[in-house]
């Protein structure tokens, strides 16, 4: 059996081995605290629960329009007037099951053989397999803690080539929680566009911002009406297992990513779309609201912790629930690093290798998604595991 060139081309991921490996600790009986995995706690909202149960066992489950169910659409453009203060079309929304088929799309849709896209280094791993899928040249940029581990204008200048045709960057990003500044982003994105190139801006966690409640972060389709917008059901709605996600394109793009969708997938679940409306009821808002009061109240938990264990954070986060922690001065590499503590602390964390190339060894990601009493005995585990690094 021969495998398929771009088969045999991807990369194995590091955060799905070390998930495994704690896996097999916790059969074995150990309690494994996994700082490892990326979604919240809480599962979907209350009303969520209820109308997905009334609807599994009252309801018929047809197919719907690729593009998703009108109702959601206009649900979600909704929420764009209430959460960004800016007008959406509902026509121009299109619901993917999950942010990774609207990866899938967008990358169909606008990539071809040799284009050359720009991302930060480091990233989410698996937008770089979407982009090389469709036989795009990945380019990444090293970051540095002077840029917030980001893209910024001074980045994409110097890295621009003639035979750029896109940009892709999350705000705040995965693996480490920080965000670009609008200012910054936009003027970003004006320069793409300026050279004709496409945005993909992945904004899965910019409603997990860490500001003040009443503060409404700033989509990119703020001030660029064209970018190519992605987000999820999956965090802030703390839907992950749902598979469920959408973007926001121009209009004219709409009937293109329709018929991709019809031949990749033919739509989202309806089960999860039609519960998806109580989403933006004004309780489950306000229960989502709460949650992301909570992450930051563990945020400054684990970044306390960390200090205490001598554990270096170089970039706070300001988003998501991230944190990128810098190892180097433990005299342990990244892979190194994340092997011992979870062989000697039960503590799982997923290595930098995951998310670049450049200091990737430098680095491990802890996700602090998981509840205070975790947290608090995951920070005691590091502690101890850190003091026998030092005898």
Known sequence: MKYSQRAQAISPFFAMAFGAKAAELEAQGHHVIKFNIGEPDFGAPPDVLLAMQKLATTAPLPYTSALGLPELRAAIAGFYKTAHNIEVNPNRVVVTAGASAAL??????????????????????????????????????????????????????????????????????????????????????EFAKSRGAWRIIDEIYLNLHHGEANAKPVTALSFDDEALVINSFSKYFGMTGWRLGWCVVP?????????????????????????????????????????????????????????????????????????????????????????????????????????GEFQEDHYVRLSFASAEAELEEGMQRLKRFMHTLAV
């Open 104 to 189: 899938l799309l967008l990358s169909a849709a606008f990539v071809d053989a040799g284009d050359n896209v720009i991302m930060g280094d480091p990233s989410y791993p698996c937008n770089r397999q979407f982009i090389k899928s469709f036989g795009g040249n990945v380019q990444l940029v090293p970051t540095t803690v002077a840029s917030r581990l980001q893209l910024n204008m001074a980045l994409l200048e110097k890295h621009w080539q003639t035979g750029t045709r896109g940009l892709m960057l999350a705000t705040p990003s995965n693996p480490t929680g920080t965000a670009v500044a609008p200012d910054e982003l936009a003027a970003m994105c």
């Open 251 to 355: 209009e004219r793009a709409v009937p293109v990513l329709e018929r991709m969708a019809q031949n990749y997938y033919i739509c989202p679940s309806t089960l999860a779309q039609k519960a998806a409306l109580a989403c933006f009821t004004p309780a489950s808002i306000a229960v989502c609201e709460s949650r992301r009061a909570t992450l930051k109240s563990r945020k400054e938990l684990v970044l306390t912790g960390l200090k205490k264990c001598g554990l270096n954070v170089p970039v706070q986060p300001d988003g998501a629930f991230y944190v990128y922690i810098e190892v180097s001065n433990t005299g342990l590499n990244a892979m190194t690093f994340c092997e011992r503590a979870l062989q000697e602390a039960h503590v799982a964390l997923i290595p930098g290798n995951d998310f």
